[in-house]
């Protein structure tokens, strides 16, 4: 299935569910307290993306971590304006700052400067059972560069058995 902007969580949650499952059954010593996931968790045009999807089937409090902010245009929120912002204020690691929609005013998540090297922060929203400042404060305890260690070191492991798999196919 394709990647579709605003839609990751009808691509990624049915693996995600599996997994935990999968660990559940074989190794339940092992199952999370709570999961970051590579997406949206209320930073989300309908507010409501992939953490906030599989916390609610898995029944886990998740929370969101995104490498790239997603426009939401009814809350006039773009990508040229939210990392000028954050240029402008997040000064050191740990630094962040509350998204919040211009025109609903809610809250939606944060841009989070994880390491003082990284000069992109990571946009963190809360998923499921669990609140905003939570999630940055886990977020940011879980940083050694600029993405949390669970979801750098998922990635990593993905890409790994995604050049395996290519290399056994030729």
């Not at 049915?14 to 997406?39: C, H, M, N, S, W």
């Amino acid at each position: 299935m394709p990647y579709i902007a605003g839609y990751l969580a009808f691509r990624e949650a049915p693996a995600l569910l599996d997994l935990l499952t999968r660990l559940k059954e074989t190794k339940p010593e092992l199952y999370p307290q709570i999961a970051f996931v590579d997406g949206n968790g209320t930073l989300h045009p309908r507010r409501f993306g992939l953490a906030c999807h599989f916390g609610v089937l898995a029944d886990i409090p998740c929370i969101g971590v995104a490498k790239n902010f997603l426009e939401i245009p009814t809350e006039s929120l773009t990508i040229k304006d939210t990392k000028q912002v954050s240029r402008e204020h997040l000064h050191g690691a740990g630094a962040w700052l509350p998204i919040v929609g211009k025109m609903t005013h809610d809250l939606l998540g944060a841009a989070l400067r994880a390491s003082s090297e990284s000069v992109n922060p990571v946009f963190v929203s809360p998923g499921h059972r669990v609140s905003l400042a939570t999630s940055v404060a886990l977020a940011a305890a879980c940083c050694k560069y600029r993405v949390p260690e669970p979801v750098r070191a998922a990635d990593s492991a993905s890409r790994q058995l995604v050049r395996e798999i290519t290399a056994r196919s030729q």
